[in-house]
């Protein structure tokens, strides 16, 4: 490639934060993608998708290479996030099949759940460099970029306001996204840096006790298997809690011990979901049964289908919480919001 940039290079991060800080007169204000961070390098035909660990994605997404190719500038490097639609939501689940070994598989897949290309950095167009250029000015040169709406590649909106922010924080996870990110204006480019602010949803539920796996370090749990039951009685396995100090982590087995039990336990290592998976292919997935008895509440920031999207975060112990009465019906649903709105901003 013939770029003022070469791949790989690191995305610029940002560090979470409680609230949205106070607009100072610098900074910008933008959703947050729920999708693969992904920087894009075009050169005429040559087409690279790197992403965050720095390895390429392009094998994975032919559709975007095309879309690259047919709606972004000849020479260019973007910063954005790779993203799946199921209709006006997001589809993480979707996304994550997308990495596949196999040819035929990647093929079927571009035409099954075709990926989308949301912008929003501007890295270098045609012989400019624009890694030391504020951020403010970035934004305004990526705008130039984007002529009649492209169905590949989107820009992401912008504003300054920040209770236009406030607003999209709320109504805006309805479509599946998961926050806002906040950059200052005057902020060059800085690969790996946590130079921006995160805001993320974060809620509480309680959740049933129904396992633990073992730490890699050792006989310690490395996390409890959390449940919550269905309409129907059902007891279903909704992901993990997993913040605990190591010395925490070897309390936890003797407390835990007279719980363990195998005898009519709803779930087997087989079941659980993400027991076969090729993120994790070499990883134990075996684990230890509870009698699901105990009860804690957990934060989480929001869930994917029927699970929590993320690991959740230990709160503290439910003994006064029946585990029958962990369901799904204490779960805040968001505010439906549709994709095509929110890139209409």
Known sequence: MNLPLEPPIAPMLARPVKGL?????????????DGFRCIVFRDGDEVYLGSR?????????????????????????????????????????????????????????????????????LLALGDDSLMDVPFSERRARLETIFGDAGHGVRLT??????????????????????????????????PDKRVMFKVKHERTADAVVAGYREHKSGPVVGSLLLGLYDSEGRLNHVGVAASFP???????????????????????????????????????????????????????DHMEGLRFRHTAQFRRWRPDRAPESCTYEQLERPVSYALDDILAH
């Open 21 to 33: 800080p106070p607009q100072d007169g610098t900074l910008l204000y933008e959703p947050k993608w």
């Open 53 to 121: 660990n720095e390895r390429p994605f392009t094998r994975y997404f032919p559709e975007l290479v095309e879309a690259v190719r047919a709606e972004l500038p000849d020479r260019v490097v973007v910063d954005g996030e790779i993203v799946v639609r199921d209709g006006q939501t997001l589809d993480f689940e979707a996304l994550q099949q997308r990495i596949h070994p196999a040819a035929s598989r990647v093929r079927l897949l571009a035409e099954q759940t075709p990926a989308s290309f949301v912008a929003f950095d």
């Open 157 to 190: 909106p912008v504003t300054a306001s920040q209770e236009q922010a406030a607003e999209w924080f709320e109504t805006f996870e309805g479509a599946g996204l998961d926050g806002v990110v906040v950059k200052p204006g005057g902020l060059p480019y800085q």
């Open 246 to 300: 190591m010395k925490r982590r070897a309390d936890l087995i003797g407390e835990l011990a007279p719980y363990v039990s195998e005898d009519g336990h709803p779930w087997t290592a087989e079941s659980l979901p993400g027991a076969i998976s090729k993120w994790s292919a070499t990883k134990d997935l075996s684990f230890v049964p509870l009698r699901p008895e105990l009860v804690i509440e957990v934060a989480y």
